[in-house]
């Protein structure tokens, strides 16, 4: 599948792109998270804090193939997926059936105020601007419930880089964008967040990945 590429919208190079990968992108991620322990222990450590905090409806915002919808589901979150690419959903959707999957942008969060009592954002910050990413901040405070758990992964990184190609060969047009955990932590602070948990680690995951563990502050507007 070839596509021309809107140079001035990264949310349309970022749905084309990977409606285009959608089905190899899948085959490539679908075991990760077996040969990824302290990913897994992290996401434990989410599902506990959600359970905290009373139990609710957990958005995977970015949820791609709806690997990690999929795993909250088994640690007994009631999760959902959204996602920018109709592909991707689509996808989600056919691997597992019992599961929600919308179509949706993480930068026109389609929730309502207070409405998730958790939301994980699991390496889909990465196509993101930086100048996009307080708006996309406020959206994810705007829609937990006070005190509710914020997870995110990334790439770990000063750097831009633009994929042309990738997942079976594909053709691409995304930038993916690497960054420091103490920068985004800050970042998350100023948006109404207290982070719990900051780490960087190496695995099957990222070369070099971070995560962020934070809650929204019950006095955040």
């Given at each position: ?25 899948a085959?490539q ?9 302290e990913?897994r222990?992290?996401l ?17 915002v970015?949820?791609?193939p709806?690997?990690?919808t999929?795993?909250l ?13 109709p ?6 959707r ?8 919308e ?8 929730l ?5 009592a958790g ?5 889909s910050?990465?196509h ?5 990413i ?16 914020l ?12 994929k ?8 691409m ?13 800050a ?5 109404g ?24 502050r019950?006095?955040?507007?």
């Amino acid at each position: 599948m070839e596509f021309e590429p809107n140079t001035d919208n990264w949310l349309a190079d970022t749905r084309a792109s990977y409606d285009t990968v959608a089905d190899s992108y899948a085959d490539q991620v679908r075991n990760l998270l077996d040969d990824t322990p302290e990913e897994r222990a992290v996401l434990a450590l989410f599902a506990a804090r959600v359970r905290e905090n009373g139990e609710g409806p957990v958005a995977d915002v970015g949820c791609g193939p709806g690997r990690i919808t999929a795993h909250l589901h088994g640690l007994g979150l009631d999760a959902f997926g959204i996602d920018l690419s109709p592909g991707m959903i689509e996808v989600a959707r056919r691997d597992h059936p019992g599961l929600r999957f919308e179509p949706g942008s993480m930068t026109e969060l389609g929730l309502t105020d207070g409405s998730v009592a958790g939301l994980i954002a699991w390496y889909s910050l990465i196509h993101v601007p930086d100048e996009e990413i307080d708006p996309v901040l406020a959206h994810f405070r705007r829609v937990l419930r006070p005190g509710g758990p914020l997870l995110l992964s990334f790439h770990v990184g000063d750097e831009r880089k633009l994929k042309t190609q990738g997942y079976g060969g594909h053709p691409m047009k995304v930038y993916v964008h690497r960054r420091r955990p103490g920068q985004l932590a800050a970042r998350l602070e100023e948006a109404g967040f207290d982070v719990e948990v900051q780490r960087t680690l190496t695995s099957a995951e990222s070369k070099l990945g971070g995560l962020l563990l934070a809650r929204r502050r019950p006095d955040a507007p």
